[in-house]
C-alpha cells in the first residue's frame, strides 16, 4: 500500500475577514434568538457560529428575528433551524399575521366570517369572508 501523500494550502497573503455591523437592537435580538434556539435544540454556539447567523440574517428587522424563532420553537422537529430557516419561517409567520381576523371587528367579531342571503336561495344564509379579512 502506498503511503498517504500530504497537501498542503497555501495561505493568501492578505486574508480578508468578513466584518459587518450590526445596530445593537439587531445584536440583542439575535443573541435572544440564539440563546432560546440553542436551549430548544441542545446545540451550543460558538463565537463564529453567532457570526455565521449574523451574516445570513442581515438586514432582518429585530423583531422579526424574535417573530421567525418563535415561530420555529412551535413548529420545527429536527435540528437547528438555519439563518434561511430562519428567513423561510419569518415569511410564514408573518403571512400568519397578515390572515389572522382583527378582534376588534364588529361584523364578524374576530370569527373572519359574516353571513349573508344566499343570492340563488335568499330565504338561506350563507357564511362569506368578512371585509377585515380581505
Ligand atoms: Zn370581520
Redesign the pocket.
Known amino acids: 500500500m502506498e503511503p498517504l501523500g500530504s497537501v498542503s494550502f497555501q495561505k493568501p497573503k492578505k486574508e480578508k475577514k468578513i466584518t459587518v455591523k450590526f445596530s445593537r437592537e439587531f445584536s440583542v435580538a439575535l443573541k435572544h434568538s440564539l440563546d432560546l434556539l440553542s436551549a430548544a435544540f441542545r446545540q451550543p454556539f460558538t463565537d463564529l457560529g453567532v457570526q455565521a447567523y449574523a451574516i445570513g440574517l442581515d438586514g432582518v428587522k429585530p423583531d422579526h428575528i424574535l417573530l421567525a424563532t418563535k415561530y420555529l420553537l412551535k413548529t420545527h422537529r429536527e435540528f437547528m433551524p438555519s439563518p434561511a430557516q430562519l428567513r423561510e419561517a419569518l415569511k410564514i409567520a408573518l403571512e400568519q399575521i397578515e390572515q389572522a ?2 378582534p376588534a ?10 353571513m349573508q342571503a344566499h343570492p340563488d336561495n335568499p330565504e338561506n344564509n350563507l357564511a362569506v369572508r ?4 380581505k
Open positions: 381576523p382583527t371587528c364588529e361584523v364578524c367579531g374576530g370569527t373572519g366570517f359574516k368578512c371585509e377585515c379579512r
